[in-house]
């Protein structure tokens, strides 16, 4: 079984194109993550979602919206897609209760804005 | 800004041999991190050493933590082609909310 599952894997998509990423996971953590890997992979945080309460909002564009419907589920949605866009976006999770921020990560949404 | 600052960025080593990674960072820590990244994939949770821990050892993964020097390493021993793959430390600093902030990763190679 999965832990933490993302979809889709793979995405191409024209600029100015809206899309979602899907996530979930089945680990029963408490909070979840969006990171973004450019293409030098550097990983940076982009959300953080804590008992689908939104608890870290880093300086993204206005252009991505997370929604976390339940507590298993954060999914990313994207408006107006730029060139830039393009990276891989991966979705994580952690059960911060117990004290620890040891993160699960997803296999990654790989983004290609053409 | 960027809290972990992997060193060196890329490593190339004989199967057998040890490999030796480093990670620098700005601020305080709750814990340090190591975390593995194979082409392609996830990260991968290795190891969590906490700030008031020195030392760790799993398998053949030796973590160690200087918090007055902010600084942490990572020992591969006896490294097999398997583990050719990118390592990155993740922070997780005080009173950030429990964000992990990751550095930019040492691409290792292991050659058989």
């Not at chain 1, 940076?44 to 608890?55: C, T, V």
């Not at chain 1, 891989?88 to 290609?112: D, K, N």
């Not at chain 2, 041999?17 to 700005?26: F, G, I, L």
């Amino acid at each position: 079984d999965t832990a933490v599952s993302q979809t889709p894997k793979y995405l191409v998509t024209q600029m100015g194109n809206d899309k979602s990423i899907k996530c979930e996971q089945n680990l029963g953590h408490d909070t979840m993550y969006w990171y973004k890997q450019d293409s030098k992979k550097f990983l940076k945080i982009m959300f953080s979602y804590n008992n689908k309460e939104l608890i870290i909002n880093e300086t993204v564009p206005n252009r991505f919206s997370p929604k976390s419907p339940d507590k298993a589920h954060l999914n990313l949605h994207i408006n107006s897609l730029e060139l830039g866009d393009s990276a891989v976006y991966f979705c994580a999770s952690s059960q911060v209760a117990t004290g620890t921020t040891e993160a699960f990560f997803g296999q990654g949404t790989r983004l290609t804005v053409v | 800004s960027q809290q972990g600052e992997e060193d060196p960025q890329a490593l190339s080593i004989q199967e057998g041999e040890n490999a030796t990674m480093n990670c620098s960072y700005k601020t305080s820590i709750n814990n340090l991190q190591w975390y593995r990244q194979n082409s392609g994939r996830g990260l991968v949770h290795l190891i969590l050493i906490r700030s008031n821990e020195r030392e760790k050892h799993s398998g053949r993964l030796r973590v160690t933590l200087d918090t007055s020097k902010k600084s942490s390493s990572l020992l591969i021993t006896a490294s097999r082609a398997a583990d050719t793959a990118s390592y990155f430390c993740a922070t997780d600093a005080r009173g950030s909310n429990y964000k992990l902030t990751f550095g930019k990763g040492t691409l290792l190679t292991v050659n058989p």
